[in-house]
């Protein structure tokens, strides 16, 4: 390893299963692992052989829009792509609304909700 990276991140979602799948169906990841967590709750860990994203949600719990504003703490979580064109394609395809679109140095972006609200940037830095 040449120095610390990121390994994982891990966030509250409302269904763990649905959010795995969107997360498939966009970015091609795969479920590396499911199971119990803290507090009676059931986490599964989504990403790359490298990287993941722990999709975690509570026992009996009724969450609610405000458990998901932005901001609170987390603004977004940022996904770097090869194909920006092509996965923005499987978001909208999905019936989610990418927005925020930029080309700026050195690469170009847009944003989009999941269905919980959590806003994602993706990212591609490959050229034109």
């Given at each position: ?11 509250t979602v409302s269904d763990p299963d649905r959010t795995a799948r969107l997360m498939n ?43 998901f504003a932005k901001g609170q703490p987390l603004n977004h979580i940022g996904v770097e ?48």
């Amino acid at each position: 390893m040449a120095g610390p990276r990121i390994e994982h991140v891990n966030v509250t979602v409302s269904d763990p299963d649905r959010t795995a799948r969107l997360m498939n169906s966009l970015f091609g990841w795969h479920i590396r692992w499911r199971g119990p967590a803290r507090d009676g709750g059931h986490t599964i860990h989504v990403g790359s052989k490298e990287q993941y994203v722990a999709l975690y949600t509570g026992h009996n719990v009724a969450y609610t829009a405000d458990d998901f504003a932005k901001g609170q703490p987390l603004n977004h979580i940022g996904v770097e792509v090869d194909d920006l064109d092509a996965v923005e394609a499987r978001v909208t395809s999905q019936g989610l609304k990418p927005f925020g679109h930029d080309n700026y140095v050195p690469g170009r972006r847009f944003y989009f909700l999941d269905p919980d609200g959590i806003e994602y940037e993706v990212v591609s830095y490959a050229g034109p």
